[in-house]
């Protein structure tokens, strides 16, 4: 009883704190949206100061900001660079929630993601990435074993495994026995 107790309190905790969160970037959204309404021309200045207020509201934020603009390609990529200068750390989401917010303007949202972080395209290194400049060719090349493996591709028909069948001999007759008693 006391454990199914203690569960419901914690439902009922953790169902407050994300209506908290929740309630929260309602209000950011809404700050965002009566700024934006009442002096569009400030939409950058509007977008940095309520991130930096709300970092973890900075989705919510900039698909706001950018509907709320009707903003052009050009602003949109301004919104990504206003709202990741306050909120680095969640520049990977300010550009996937403006990508969907502004879908047409992705190269604009891409260039000021590559401004943001230095020139580099992507924050961390991708395992399909390969190494070496491009140049050298890469992965098994034509008219080599690819490797060395120790089977070659392909069902092995040159050599059949051997089977052992196990020899069967004819059961003796069965012998009966007779007691003389």
């Known amino acids: 009883m006391k454990k199914i107790l203690s569960s419901i309190l914690m439902v009922a905790a953790v169902g407050m704190i994300s209506a908290q969160a929740q309630n929260d970037c309602t209000d950011s959204v809404q700050a965002v949206k ?8 400030n939409v950058l200045k509007i977008v940095a100061s ?38 680095p750390d969640r520049l990977d ?4 929630c ?7 303007a992705s190269a604009n949202i891409q260039a000021a993601a590559a401004s ?18 491009g140049t050298e060719p890469v ?5 080599t074993d690819g490797g060395n ?3 070659r591709p392909g069902p092995q028909l040159d050599n059949p495994p051997a089977i052992d ?17």
């Open 34 to 41: 009566d700024a934006i309404a009442a002096d569009k021309d």
């Open 50 to 87: 309520e991130t930096e207020v709300n970092p973890d509201c900075a989705c919510e934020i900039v698909k706001q900001a950018i509907v709320s603009s009707k903003a052009s390609k050009i602003t949109v990529g301004e919104i990504v660079k206003s709202a990741a200068g306050a909120a």
């Open 93 to 96: 989401l300010i550009v996937q």
């Open 98 to 104: 403006a990508t969907a917010a502004a879908p047409d």
């Open 116 to 133: 943001v972080r230095g020139g580099l395209t992507t924050t961390g290194s991708n395992p399909l990435d390969f190494p070496g400049d």
């Open 139 to 143: 992965g098994p090349q034509p008219g």
């Open 149 to 151: 493996s120790i089977l």
């Open 165 to 181: 069948a196990p020899v069967i001999t004819e059961p003796s007759p069965p012998t009966t026995t007779t007691s003389n008693t």
